[in-house]
């Protein structure tokens, strides 16, 4: 079983950066496929990014590449989204979540376990 809570959400400025964290308890998180997804108000929840167990694949949508990186601390329990460049299209609440196992990566079905999420504000 796993818990999630992200931190790091706020305001920014286009062009700006923020960093994004998700910190897990469970012991067996870092075998977990994690996965961020955000979503804006009036629209569904849409997928981000996400990176399997051993850090050696990664997946985002075409919007966020070349601007946003995720990365994971398996002994740390914590996942990481490093969002460079930001637009105000960027501006939603964002959700980590983690499963056993991922067949449909940028599902959100997929995904089990789900953090509260953390509000990211991006000003033109």
């Known amino acids: 079983q796993v818990q999630l809570e992200e931190s790091g959400g706020g305001l920014a400025q286009a062009g700006g950066s923020l960093r994004l964290s998700c910190a897990a308890s469970?012991?067996?998180?870092?075998?977990?496929?994690t996965a961020w997804f955000r979503q804006a108000p009036g629209k569904e929840r849409e997928f981000v990014a996400a990176i399997n167990w051993l850090g050696s694949a990664t997946y985002y949508r075409d919007s966020v590449k070349g601007r946003f990186t995720i990365s994971r601390d398996n002994t740390e329990n914590t996942l990481f989204l490093q969002m460079n460049n930001l637009k105000p299209e960027d501006t939603a609440v964002y959700y980590c979540a983690a499963a056993d196992g991922a067949s449909w990566y940028d599902r959100a079905a997929t995904y089990e376990y789900w953090g509260q999420g953390t509000q990211v504000t991006v000003s033109s």
């Open positions: 469970g012991r067996n998180f870092r075998h977990y496929t």
